[in-house]
Nanobody
Framework: QVQLVESGGGLVQPGGSLRLSCAAS????????MSWYRQAPGKERELVAR??????TYGDFVKGRFTVSTDNAKITAYLQMNSLKPEDTAVYYC???????WGQGTQVTVSS
């Protein structure tokens, strides 16, 4: 079994930055195709970003503010978030499209 663990969430002021990390543990696992999702209170979970063997896609609301990446060994995934807005407040989840594994989520709150 594979466990995904996110970290790096927290409280940040509007315009600030955060970098989320997602680490895999358990059996040998690599992030060849993974996504970041988010879910705000009262809203459906939505796709933030996806990286699939290096090719990246983003939700329309990202507008160049976020960058998804993995380390060279593909055992840790990242989501660099810049120019954060209050509407980015949500629980952020990492998800492996291979094996369909979810992390437990990390809270991001953007507020002054």
């Amino acid at each position: 079994q594979v466990q995904l663990v996110e970290s790096g969430g927290g409280l940040v002021q509007p315009g600030g930055s955060l970098r989320l990390s997602c680490a895999a543990s358990g059996r040998v696992f690599k992030f060849f195709d993974m996504s970041w999702y988010r879910q705000a209170p009262g809203k459906e979970r939505e796709l933030v970003a996806r990286i699939n063997i290096g090719a990246t896609t983003y939700g329309d609301f990202v507008k160049g503010r976020f960058t998804v990446s993995t380390d060279n060994a593909k055992i840790t995934a990242y989501l660099q978030m810049n120019s954060l807005k209050p509407e980015d407040t949500a629980v952020y989840y990492c998800y492996s499209n291979i094996g369909h594994y979810w992390g437990q989520g990390t809270q991001v709150t953007v507020s002054s």
